[in-house]
């Protein structure tokens, strides 16, 4: 019998889950607030790369308060500091050090919720449904970066920044609220079990390539996360709320029509060549010349990412022991802001220097050179086991 996927805790978590996205992806704008205040490509990188430190220091503390005392303490403290940075915004209006503060306590905030809600969401799937149930619970995560775009498209168009962040602020006071019934997750302990900690679940073996893969994802798609709105400002080609819708509406129609196939055909059938189809997206990119071509960009590396992540991910619970799933998600979650730490200073500085095309095509090589180790390293470390535990048991 096919296990209950839409459960009450599920629902509520991916409504939260799509608020708190909300809240965030309105930032998708902050890089063309941050050029009106007269910051540099490169700049813009470091301000962004600063958050992620800040971010990444908060993930082994993160890990092991979920495993140890349950998800709705991160939850319910995260969203409290979410609402009181996101307000802070208003106060930003030069490059002065005030602005590194206020981006490093909105990612310590966001650090908060992502790592919470996701580990959350993880637990409330069935095991039997795990790709397809990830899939389906990172819709709520992906809808607000295509509607966030074009709503703060059209925020700006008829007020300014202030009213952006007015209304992200009031995306994170809804996130508060509807976390407050969420019930308590944490990990079943046997009689003797404990957590084995943080950095245990870091250097485990078969979880390495996964950190690199998702760390090399990661860093590649600051290329649009971060830099989009200043290539739609610099070559006057389409809109972030166009490249974002293309994307978004890609991905979650493979994700409602074709979640099931990771599953049913093997996930890494399906993960190459949609990490082959991203890199298309970033090379049609760098040759876009029109809004027809951001569109269709948009559209490539929305198919791509549609299933890299849920599979990705699906990966990483399998492998990780239930008791350290808070820590193993709280690293996993971290490479994003690692990825925004390296991508945004390199691929900022590459802007600078050689220009938009360059840029995309350098970060289009790069994530099919890092999928080419990833093939051959988990190759090596899954067949290395099995190899190790044939031994054993002949």
Known sequence: ????????????VSVANFTSGMAYALFLHFSGYLADLGASDTQIGLIYGATAVASIAMRPLLGTVMDRYGRRPVILFGNVLNVVFVLLYLTVSTLGPWVYIVRIGHGVAEAMLFSALFT?????????????????FGVSGL????????????????????????????????????????????????????????????????????????????????????????????????????????????????????GWLPDRVGRMRVLYPSLGI??????????????????????????????????????????????????????????FDVGTLIGGPILGAIIDSAGWGPMYVVAGVALGIASVVFWRWDRWVMNGETEFSTAVEA
């Open 120 to 136: 959350y969401g993880t637990d409330v799937i069935p095991k039997s449904r795990r790709t397809e149930g990830i899939a389906l």
């Open 1 to 12: 019998m096919t296990e209950r996927l839409f459960t009450k805790p599920f629902l509520l």
């Open 278 to 335: 991203l890199v298309i997206g970033f090379f049609m990119l760098a040759g876009a010349g029109s809004w027809v071509g951001v569109a269709i960009a948009g559209a490539f590396c929305g198919a791509g990412h549609g299933f890299i992540f849920p599979i990705l991910t699906a990966l990483l619970v399998d492998r990780a022991p239930e008791t350290d799933r808070g820590s193993a998600m709280s690293f996993f979650t971290a490479l």
């Open 143 to 258: 809808l607000p970066i295509g509607i966030a775009g074009i709503v703060g498209d059209f925020v700006l168009s008829i007020a300014g920044f202030r009213e952006l962040f007015l209304t992200a602020a009031g995306f994170a006071v809804i996130t508060l609220v509807l976390s407050l019934p969420l019930p308590e997750r944490r990990p079943v302990l046997r009689p003797g079990e404990s957590p084995r900690g943080f950095w245990k679940i870091v250097v485990q073996r078969d979880l390495l390539p996964i950190w690199w893969m998702i760390g090399s994802f990661s860093t590649v798609l600051t290329g649009y996360f971060v830099f989009i709105r200043r290539y739609v400002d610099d070559t006057g080609f389409g809109s972030v709320g166009l490249f974002f819708s293309t994307y978004v509406a890609v991905a979650i129609l493979e994700r409602i029509f074709l």
